[in-house]
């Protein structure tokens, strides 16, 4: 479908970063996991989240790179996509607030909840407008897609040097 041949270059792009991503975070939950045992609650409220929006960006990047003989079925499965990511931004949310192994600061509620709920929601709302705003639509999907990346990037960091900078605090205490 010609409106979708332009974007193929940054689904390569974007799919190919969060596919490299998903690996990464598997290593990185392994050595955090072996450095320090993090409570299995804040595992689930933390570091899953991200590994589910890389594969939604993944999922996403094929969806939208099948040669469609139109837009309407990769806008229902970018729709389907997005509603589903929206219950699971608010079920993050709630195990958010559930655990009690970390407090969660604002920083934390902005890109474990808002920007993923935002992001989510952008994705199932612009299949709604796919036939007559074909371009515009395109460039909602995209801009979620990046910042589910962006978003996943972010907190797979974030939770490394918590962890790392935690123990380090524990070593640093057992010395003195």
Do not use: H
């Given at each position: 479908m010609a409106p979708l041949i332009g974007w193929q270059n940054f689904y390569v792009i974007v799919g190919s970063s969060a596919g490299a991503l998903i690996g990464l975070q598997f290593v990185v939950?392994?050595?955090?996991?072996?450095?320090?045992?993090?409570?299995?609650?804040?595992?689930?409220?933390?570091?899953?989240p991200s590994v589910v929006h890389f594969?939604?960006?993944?999922?996403?990047?094929?969806?939208?790179?099948?040669?469609?003989?139109?837009?309407?079925?990769?806008?229902?499965?970018?729709?389907?996509?997005?509603?589903?990511?929206?219950?699971?931004?608010?079920?993050?949310?709630?195990?958010?607030?559930?655990?009690?192994?970390?407090?969660?600061?604002f920083e934390d509620w902005l890109f474990h909840a808002l920007l993923p709920v935002a992001a989510y929601a952008m994705l199932a709302v612009s299949a709604f407008a796919a036939g007559p705003h074909c371009g515009e639509v395109l460039l909602c999907v995209g801009a979620s897609a990046l910042l589910l990346l962006f978003i996943g990037i972010h907190n797979a960091w974030d939770a490394a040097t918590y962890h790392i900078l935690a123990e380090k605090r524990k070593q640093d205490e057992t010395k003195y």
């Open positions: 939950i392994t050595l955090i996991d072996r450095v320090s045992q993090p409570a299995a609650e804040a595992g689930a409220a933390f570091a899953t594969g939604a960006v993944l999922s996403l990047s094929a969806i939208v790179s099948i040669p469609w003989n139109g837009i309407t079925a990769a806008a229902v499965l970018w729709c389907l996509e997005g509603l589903c990511g929206f219950a699971y931004a608010a079920v993050v949310a709630r195990r958010m607030r559930a655990q009690t192994a970390y407090r969660p600061v």
